[in-house]
């Protein structure tokens, strides 16, 4: 019996399917024959039922006009979305930018890892070659650097080519200008149209070798990012660009944390560096030990400059700036240095001997706060004096705030840091795009 109850459902279910296909088959994909002419009464007789019978033998579907519509605006939609990708897609060919940045400083890196936020593949600092991508604004970027980066031996895949150089010495001028030769052979044989350079200059401005260069002197370079407060900084097509941290002693990219915002610090001030004779830092050192405030701070002075850091120094010298409120900037050779980028990126506020160091840098055109004029011009919320004597005065000051105060400081601090760098990054790409892309005529 019970074998029997399932057949029967069985069979039921397999005639309700046929059923089902049969009708679907019916509505949906029969095919329809034309419909007949309707007659002259038809057309001009009452519509409705009569419609239906006028028809004769033709079957109705209560759908197909339903179906016509619906297929009448697929089209149109279809048609819609045809012609705004076609639009979309000559608007990009119209204005999107290729622009390959060429690393041959360590500068480099802060441009593209810093500035930028950008990853570079692979991670080993050491590698051959590294590289990375993004989409920015209306610019697809691309980025090289490594010793295997030599000209003629990489593919260049963009018509539009930032330089990024080293022009500090004689030295490295000399190799910058090797990359700049082939940058112009390149625009000579039409294989790339624009070229930008961003240039590690010298510490006092002594940058003349590249001004031939420059397209506004006879030259193929449409723009200049140069460091230091070089005069020839003039806002139109040479730009004044940030020292920024000290890659070449792969400094990292920093995150802030909970406990580097909160947390109680150890010291009030650091100083981890080298002491010139006849210098500024001589006095500084003086003075930290007047009173016993050299034991208040991390002091490590040494007497001679070491290019490379070992493990030991550089993990000291990031533990000093975590663990300090404030950074003691003293002038060098020139007044901006790394360790004022690298104190923002620890949120310990710098303290900048602010005075002009001999050279020829400063009076730009378009700045007039030199030193520091590019800091300073975008509210840097730092602490600045003209003498160390000032010194005493600011860590009585510091020995009398809250840890909240602290706290609201480190904040404004690594704010204003992370905004100045999405400032310069956009500044960065805007220039490129105004520079580099056709004008709007009409």
Not at 85 to 112: D, F, N, P
Not at 313 to 334: E, H, M, R, W
Request: hydrophobic share 40%; net charge positive; proline share 5%.
């Amino acid at each position: 019996m019970r074998g029997a109850r399932r057949r029967l459902c069985s069979a039921l279910i397999v005639a309700y399917g046929l059923f089902s296909l049969y009708a679907a088959y019916t509505v949906f994909l029969r095919p329809r024959r034309p419909a007949a002419p309707r007659s002259h009464r038809d057309r001009h007789g009452p519509r409705g039922f009569t419609d239906h019978v006028a028809l004769g033998n033709e079957e109705w579907n209560p759908w197909d006009a339903d179906e016509k519509n619906e297929l009448a605006a697929s089209q149109q939609r279809y048609e819609a979305n045809l012609k705004m990708i076609k639009y979309a897609r000559s608007h990009l060919e119209q204005t999107s930018l290729r622009v390959q940045i060429w690393g041959k400083a360590a500068i480099g890196l802060y441009l593209w890892q810093h500035i930028f936020g950008g990853h570079l593949e692979p991670a080993d600092v050491i590698a051959q070659w590294r590289e990375g991508s993004q989409n920015a604004g209306k610019t697809y970027f691309s980025f090289l650097t490594g010793p295997s980066v030599v000209p003629g031996y990489f593919s260049v895949e963009a018509e539009h080519v930032v330089l990024v150089l080293n022009g500090r010495e004689p030295a490295k001028i000399a190799y910058a200008t090797q990359w700049l030769h082939y940058a112009q052979t390149l625009m000579e044989t039409r294989k790339i149209q624009h070229v930008a350079v961003v240039l590690l200059g010298n510490e006092q401005c002594n940058n003349a070798w590249i001004q031939p260069y420059l397209k506004r002197n006879g030259g193929f370079v449409n723009l200049l990012f140069v460091t230091y407060d070089y005069a020839f900084v003039n806002e139109e097509d040479i730009f004044q660009w940030p020292l920024g941290v000290a890659t070449y002693r792969n400094f990292p990219v920093v995150e802030p944390s909970w406990s580097m915002l909160h947390d109680p610090r150890s010291y009030l001030c650091n100083f981890l560096g080298t002491v010139y004779k006849n210098s500024s830092r001589e006095t500084l050192i003086e003075i930290l030990k007047q009173d016993g405030l050299d034991q208040l701070c991390w002091i490590a002075a040494r007497e001679q400059w070491q290019p490379q850091e070992t493990n030991e120094s550089f993990k000291n010298y990031q533990d000093a700036l975590l663990q300090s409120d404030l950074t003691l900037c003293p002038v060098g050779i020139n007044t901006e240095c790394y360790r004022i980028y690298e104190a923002c990126s620890y949120g310990s506020l710098p303290v900048i001997e602010d005075v002009m160091t001999p050279g020829d840098c400063g009076n730009s055109s378009a700045y007039h706060s030199a030193p520091l004029q590019l800091l300073k011009t975008m509210g840097a919320p730092f602490i600045f004096i003209k003498n160390w004597k000032e010194l005493p005065a600011i860590l009585e000051k510091e020995k009398k705030m809250s840890l909240q105060e602290k706290i609201q400081r480190r904040k404004k601090l690594l704010e204003w840091y992370r905004n100045f760098k999405a400032w310069m990054r956009q500044k960065f790409i805007n220039t490129l795009e105004n520079s580099f892309l056709p004008s709007d005529k009409g």
